[in-house]
């Protein structure tokens, strides 16, 4: 398994409570600029709707910009391929309050483009900041002492 983007952020944000793996519904171009490492999933989510789940806010760029098709939307919603039953759980985890499904990273499987997605609380900013001021403490005591 290659680690072709990661959204670092996502596990510095939320609190990982589950996670899925989905195939993603890509153009030949776009599968092309994964593979070279020109896409983002910052602010990226997942929403269902009508039996089908889209990741949306995801941005991959065209591989190369002058073959990609005149109409192109680089943040265009792509389904995901996800079983009837994994559907349904994220659908119900939608409807919770305080909880959403974020991608974590796009990776290779074989010949393959997946996308390894998590249900997730989001962390507030107090949990956030005693990640880093533990580090802190860490680091001041190891470089001073």
Known sequence: ?????????????????????????????????IR???????????????????????????????????????????????SRREIEELREVGDQKGLTTVPIMVHSKGRNVKLRLAVARGKKKQERDIKYTALDFYFFFKHNF
């Open 36 to 82: 070279a490492g020109s896409g983002t999933l910052e602010g990226a989510h997942v929403i269902v709707r009508g039996g089908e789940a889209y990741l949306v806010g995801a941005s991959i760029a065209p591989h190369q910009p002058a073959n990609a098709p005149a109409h192109y939307d680089p943040e265009r919603a792509r389904r995901l391929l996800l």
């Open 1 to 33: 398994m290659q680690t072709l983007i990661s959204n670092r952020r996502a596990r510095f944000d939320f609190e990982i409570l589950d996670t899925y793996e989905a195939g993603v519904e890509l153009y030949g171009f776009e599968v092309k600029a």
